[in-house]
């Protein structure tokens, strides 16, 4: 039995689960060209390279994209708390 597998080196497949990435720009963003075809004009061309772009400007700061999201929904919750649960209530406040 001859075995002709090709042997991968350790951690080889390690680098599957990573997101897509080209030049810092999350492949996800490409799909907005996707958009131009459905208004095919070159000013919508324009608006989604300068989107991409500056996205990628962001990504040299070291501001991703799920790091903007990560950050916009901490300043959406807010500083403080609104209100304690139940069983807090319950057992502290004496209701």
């Known amino acids: 039995m001859n075995d002709n597998k090709q042997h991968w080196p350790p951690g080889y497949w390690?680098?599957?689960?990573?997101?897509?990435?080209?030049y810092g720009v999350p492949g996800w963003l490409f799909l907005l060209?996707?958009?131009w075809f459905r208004f095919p004009s070159?000013?919508?061309l324009y608006v989604v390279s300068g989107a991409i772009a500056v996205f990628r400007i962001l990504q040299m700061?070291?501001?991703?994209?799920?790091?903007?999201?990560?950050r916009l929904m901490r300043?959406?919750?807010g500083k403080s708390l609104s209100?304690?649960?139940?069983?807090?209530?319950?057992?502290t406040d004496g209701e």
């Not at 700061?61 to 990560?70: K, N």
């Not at 209100?83 to 057992?91: A, E």
């Open 14 to 22: 390690r680098d599957a689960g990573r997101s897509l990435n080209v």
């Open 33 to 35: 060209y996707l958009f």
């Open 42 to 44: 070159m000013d919508t």
């Open 61 to 70: 700061f070291g501001w991703s994209v799920g790091a903007l999201i990560s």
């Open 83 to 91: 209100g304690r649960p139940w069983w807090y209530r319950r057992f």
């Open 75 to 77: 300043l959406a919750r």
